[in-house]
């Protein structure tokens, strides 16, 4: 796009004017880096504020851009008086004070979604959910690019979504977060999907209903919605007058598993037998329709698609098989960061389960465990910051076991498990408690469990 229609788009669309427009970015990790470069090609004024002493990617920023201003160490209000838009990156909350309060103001909040929705001249597809929406994305990538349609994929996985167009691609698959969507206004992809919806983040939502109302926010314009009919908050965000597609595990829709023959099926024809693909868990088969779903949408090709789901291993730290030992399996799902990705965790699981979970709850309900911990689990071992809300929770149904670090809990499940059950690490919790994300954590469960395994071989 050239560089005066893309100006012009921003006015319209944003009230962006160039000479005018003074832009404060909250926030300089990657998305706020991707910000600074895009505003800066535009000739666009700005500055950065974080709340960090030394934030992540300040060097990088000084090296590039040494004359843009920087205020670290707090939210200094001096420069939230004199801007005119806002942009804060998806990790800073709108309800922080000085923040809110540059809102109520007038100040007007943009997004790096917004620009990249004003810069784009191709189709977008839009993903969010509470879980999943990594696998589809990536599923989409890989779907793409089999069916030789140069695809990029990022927004809340991997490259931030302005960085993405340096790729220029025929087709961009964006995953959003909720705290994405919340301050996104413009973004209309052509097709897009919530999987699924279940509490999360609810320290920085005010309830699921305000929580929902985010996600459905990827619904804007008139773009085909793909629903997923097993959710009924999910399906209430149905609308007249738009093409909808829906997809299920349970019951008969556009995109379903027919449980008698094992099958996908796709607008009532078979599209890949269930034993072709490598993902385990009926929640994977739900992400695999929602992706087929988005992929017809947008007219990959159906053999192009195929090859790509009988390619696809899954993702790193989801439902990942590290190793089988004395006849129990081990599973990291350390990415399972919320209640609903645990259920849907032990709920694909065959096998009788020891749950390793715990960590930061995020302000969720530990009891939403209940229903499926009882059928699925022998014991659970818990650990992290609200280990002991786990525990409370799940103490009158089975045995819970407290311990304090990851090696602890891979000892006490190696005690607890036997020849053809399964131990499962599927946190339920964010992971910033203990361990630097998630993958951190699923790295040290991989380092734990291998430690088994090769005193497991020493002994045969």
Known sequence: METAELLTRLEQKLGLQQQQAKVLIVGLGTTGLSVARFLKNL?????MVDSRDKPPLIDPLADEMPDVAVFSGG?????????????????????????AKAIRSGLKVISDIDLFACAVDKPVIGVTGSNGKSTVTTLLGDMGRY????????????IPALDLLKQDADLYVLELSSFQLERTSVLEPVAATVLNVSADHMDRHAGIEAYAAEKKRIFKGNGICVLNLDDPVVMAMQEPNRTCYTFSVKSQADYYWAQKTDELMAQGSPFIARAELKLEGLHNVANVLAAIALGQAVGLDDEGMRKALRAFNGLEHRMQKVAEINGVSWINDSKATNPGACIAA?????????????GDAKGAAMTELTEAVQQKCKAVV??????EQIEAALKEILPVYRVKNMRQAVSQADKLAETGERVLLSPACASLDQYKNYMERGERFIQEVRKLEEVACQGS
């Open 346 to 358: 032990l709920n694909g699981s065959q096998e009788k389960v020891v749950l390793i979970a715990g």
């Open 147 to 158: 069916t030789g349609v140069n695809t990029a994929i990022g927004g809340n996985l991997g």
């Open 382 to 387: 818990a650990m992290g910051k609200d280990a």
């Open 75 to 99: 939210f200094d209000s001096a420069a939230f008086e004199v801007a005119t838009h806002l942009l804060v990156s998806p990790g800073v909350s709108l309800q922080q004070e000085t923040i």
């Open 43 to 47: 000739d666009i004024q700005f500055a």
